[in-house]
């Protein structure tokens, strides 16, 4: 089986570079399939039969083995040290579809020993027998989307758990032997107080679980959220309300021991999420599936996002291509990404890719914030500095890319 001992507890030395080629040793998996799409949700997903979702098994597995696939790389496959199976709910899918998807994906690229596959899941989707199979299989990592310990807030959110479920489902883990999970709390929801969100952090800390991710909700055209309400207006909390639930559970969870590592997540030491500090470092990524995106040889890839299309590419063995990534939109994307994360940017990596001029300016750029305390260049690394700095992380990067 894989460990867990290899889950990342701090930046590597030396990360890939943004311009740099090479094959991707992370891959994301997009399985878009729910029993209900949540109120909030503005994902590629939709409500599957099985019928519909072994079709979409047997095309993804389709692209996957797909020569043509991997044609833009060069050279010989490298080790994935991370797979990422995301959505919609994947645990919709059984451990045998599981199995067929992993080892079409085996076939291809090799696994790292000690690879993180991880997989998304909705309590009241898990049993035991379930996981044992996605377990017995390499699954060594499952984030939860509990989003609120309260059955109003739950229902109001559309989603179909209860709270009970939630322990159930953590109970499940640990009994099979997932010990490492998450789960993903939002704040800011129609009729949320700040009693309701302390009582859901209070739960949630009782739980121990090794990495906590916390979100603000954002309301999306096209959604039953963005259909129902307008940023700003009742019944959503204030501004004021949200920025208080984000430093309550900074303050929290940081006195339960966790690790602020990234604005929006907490870890345990040692269990940092490895699949998304591949996304923060802005390395390179497979995306296989409906709507993925891909970062694969200086090219950011999109898949179609409607199965139709999906299918009929698929059928027609053909895979989507992009203009190479630009300079300057790796270097956006660098300090976007990696500006996220408590450790920040490494200035010697950021030289030795883009230059010392485009370093020099946005250091320049970013002097106000360092006088007011909320950015830092010390000891050769660039970082915003939490609370402020993460607070006001998007007003920062607006200055900083005008």
């Given at each position: 089986m894989p460990s867990n001992s290899m889950a990342v507890a701090a930046a590597p030395k030396?990360?890939?570079?943004?311009?740099?080629?090479?094959?991707?040793?992370?891959?994301?998996?997009?399985?878009p399939f729910c029993r209900q799409r949540c109120h909030y949700c503005d994902f590629a997903t939709g409500l599957g039969t099985q019928e519909l979702i072994e079709t979409y098994v047997q095309m993804l597995c389709r692209e996957i083995g797909s020569p043509c696939r991997y044609r833009h790389l060069p050279g010989d496959p490298s080790p994935l040290t991370s797979i990422f199976f995301g959505g919609g709910t994947p645990?919709?899918?059984?451990?045998?579809?599981?199995?067929?998807i992993l080892n079409k994906l085996r076939e291809r690229i090799p696994f790292h020993p000690e690879c993180e596959i991880s997989l998304e899941a909705n309590p009241g989707t898990l049993t035991p027998e379930q996981l044992s199979g996605y377990r017995a299989l390499g699954v060594n990592r499952v984030s939860l989307g509990v989003q609120a310990f309260q059955a109003e807030l739950l229902a109001a959110c559309g989603r179909l758990h209860g709270v009970e479920e939630v322990y159930e489902a953590v109970h499940n883990l640990r009994t099979v032997g997932i010990n490492h999970f998450?789960?993903?709390?939002?704040?800011?929801?129609?009729?949320?107080?700040?009693?309701?969100?302390?009582?859901?952090?209070?739960?949630?800390?009782?739980?121990?679980?090794?990495?906590?991710?916390?979100?603000?909700?954002?309301?999306?055209?096209?959604?039953?959220?963005?259909?129902?309400?307008?940023?700003?207006?009742?019944?959503?909390?204030?501004?004021?309300?949200?920025?208080?639930?984000?430093?309550?559970?900074?303050?929290?969870?940081?006195?339960?021991?966790?690790?602020?590592?990234?604005?929006?997540?907490?870890?345990?030491?040692?269990?940092q999420c490895r699949h998304n500090r591949v996304y923060w470092e802005n390395r390179l990524y497979f995306g296989?599936?409906?709507?993925?995106v891909g970062y694969e040889g200086r090219r950011r890839i999109q898949q179609p996002k409607t199965?139709?299309?999906?299918?009929?590419?698929?059928?027609?063995?053909?895979?989507?291509?992009?203009?190479?990534t630009a300079l300057e939109e790796a270097w956006m994307d660098t300090l976007m990404l990696g500006l996220r994360l408590q450790e920040g940017l490494d200035l010697a990596h950021l030289q030795a890719s883009f230059g010392d001029g485009k370093v020099k300016q946005a250091l320049d750029r970013l002097d106000p914030y360092f006088r007011k305390g909320w950015a830092s260049c010390d000891g050769g690394r660039l970082r915003l500095i939490p609370p402020n700095g993460w607070l006001f992380s998007n007003e920062i990067l607006k200055d900083l890319f005008e």
């Open positions: 030396n990360p890939m570079l943004p311009t740099q080629l090479g094959w991707p040793e992370a891959a994301y998996l997009h399985i645990s919709l899918l059984t451990a045998e579809q599981l199995g067929r998450n789960l993903d709390l939002i704040f800011g929801l129609p009729h949320q107080t700040l009693e309701h969100w302390q009582q859901s952090l209070q739960a949630l800390i009782a739980i121990s679980p090794p990495h906590v991710s916390i979100y603000d909700l954002t309301i999306e055209s096209g959604t039953k959220f963005g259909r129902l309400y307008r940023p700003g207006d009742a019944p959503l909390p204030p501004e004021e309300a949200t920025v208080e639930m984000y430093l309550m559970a900074r303050e929290l969870l940081t006195q339960a021991g966790y690790i602020h590592y990234e604005i929006s997540n907490f870890a345990r030491p040692g269990f296989f599936g409906m709507g993925s199965l139709y299309d999906y299918f009929e590419q698929v059928k027609a063995g053909i895979h989507p291509m992009s203009p190479e």
